[in-house]
């Protein structure tokens, strides 16, 4: 476990990216299981999707709750936890009766759960490496689109084979069987097994506390730039599947596209890490926030399936690219050891936008009979977003003004 042979970074890292792959797409899978949900409960899709709002601002605090947490007992034991909670709301859920309970079971007990996950293990992962550190960070943030890539085509195929009951209790079952023993091969620090973070150890930074985070400016620009740009893109992929049925795709199919977006966004949370470590992660982060808001304005004029697919794809990489990039920014402007609260804490905000960018998207459509006007929406909130991005301050500025 030491620096001879493998370096144990890459096996936490492998770890995080699968227990996130699980229980993200299992969280991500309510857009599949949309449908199906409106056609047995005779629920409005309006109030399924608020199912998603309360999902994403359970997962909100959450991670604020287990990023904390995981600044004092490690990652580890936080993800594991996590995995119980998880397969317990979806198992759960499944057994619903009324829409309170499915808030309740779905809404909370499965956003809280995943919040034990990316946030804390991201900042978990920063403390690996202090070279590669945007790839370290972009390869656990892939896990959440290779768990919308393989969870949305196996939602859909278990539904199929069965029903969307069966579908969501077998998912639950896999969160226990995968998500608990990962979690158990991560490690909190290199300290652990008696090595330290490749590239060595990290340059002196001042240290701050939670409550000096929380008072500066640049932590609420980065948070604020984070919850425009899920806002911007969670009602698009929210309502992929559905929005992709209407113009004709066939349900499997529509699943598909879903499944590729989160394919296409593996390659950008990879390259955009990558891209970060060379030209920097405010550069990268406003580049891909410009590609983001273009491909949602091209929904507009998709029709066929071969056009949802091609656009998922791009899509893709723009919304999954700019995910890793807040953390990286996060890191280098308050240091390593209260990243799980500061990280823990942009996230919070930022699913405050994923919510309502789902509960809109289901609401304009119950409203207008469309979903035209929240693709216009988010393309003006995606360009918002950007905008942020340019008043992000550089690091050595900080440190000599605001939280002097």
């Not at 459509?365 to 988010?378: E, F, M, P, Q, V």
Request: a positive charge; aromatic letters at 12%; hydrophobic letters at 55%.
């Amino acid at each position: 476990m030491g620096q001879r042979g493998l370096f144990y970074g890459w096996v936490v890292l492998a770890a995080a990216a699968t227990v996130i792959a699980v229980a993200m797409g299992a969280l991500f899978s309510l857009g599949v299981f949309l449908k199906p949900i409106e056609d047995t409960m005779g629920w409005s899709r309006s109030a399924i999707s608020l199912v998603a709002l309360i999902n994403w601002l359970a997962m909100g605090l959450g991670s604020f709750v287990w990023g904390a947490l995981s600044d004092r007992i490690g990652g580890r034991v936080v993800a594991a936890a996590g995995g119980f909670v998880l397969g317990l709301g979806l198992v759960l859920s499944s057994q619903v009766a009324t829409l309170g309970q499915f808030y309740v079971t779905f809404g909370v007990l499965v956003g809280f759960a995943v919040g034990a996950f990316y946030a804390p293990l991201t900042a978990t992962a920063t403390k690996w490496f202090t070279t590669n550190r945007g790839l370290a960070v972009g390869v656990v943030s892939a896990g959440i689109g290779l768990g919308t890539f393989l969870m949305a085509p196996l939602s859909r195929w278990l539904t199929s084979l069965f029903d969307w009951r069966v579908a969501m209790l077998l998912l639950g079952d896999l969160a226990w069987l995968v998500v608990i023993p990962v979690a158990l091969l991560i490690r909190n620090a290199p300290g652990d097994v008696g090595t330290v973070a490749l590239g060595g150890r990290s340059a002196p930074q001042r240290d701050y506390s939670t409550a000096q985070v929380l008072r500066a400016p640049q932590f609420w620009a980065i948070a604020l730039t984070h919850f425009a740009c899920c806002a911007a893109h969670s009602g698009p992929i929210f309502h992929m599947v559905t929005h992709a049925i209407e113009q004709g795709v066939a349900g499997m199919a529509a699943a598909t596209v879903f499944g590729v977006s989160g394919l296409g966004s593996i390659a950008g949370r990879i390259g955009c890490g990558l891209l970060a470590d060379r030209v920097g992660a405010k550069r990268t982060l406003v580049a891909g926030l410009a590609l983001q808001a273009v491909m949602v304005a091209s929904y507009l004029f998709t029709r066929e399936a071969w056009s949802f697919y091609a656009v998922a794809v791009v899509f893709g990489v723009a919304y999954g690219g700019v995910m890793p990039l807040y953390a990286l920014v996060t890191r280098e402007y308050f240091g390593e050891k209260v990243m799980g609260t500061a990280y823990g804490a942009v996230f919070l905000i930022s699913t405050v936008g994923m919510g309502l960018g789902s509960f809109a998207g289901g609401w304009i459509h119950d409203a207008l009979g469309t979903y035209a006007w929240l693709y216009i929406t988010s393309t003006a909130v995606g360009v918002g977003a950007m905008a942020l991005a340019f008043t992000f301050r550089r690091p050595s500025l900080l440190a000599q003004g605001a939280l002097g």
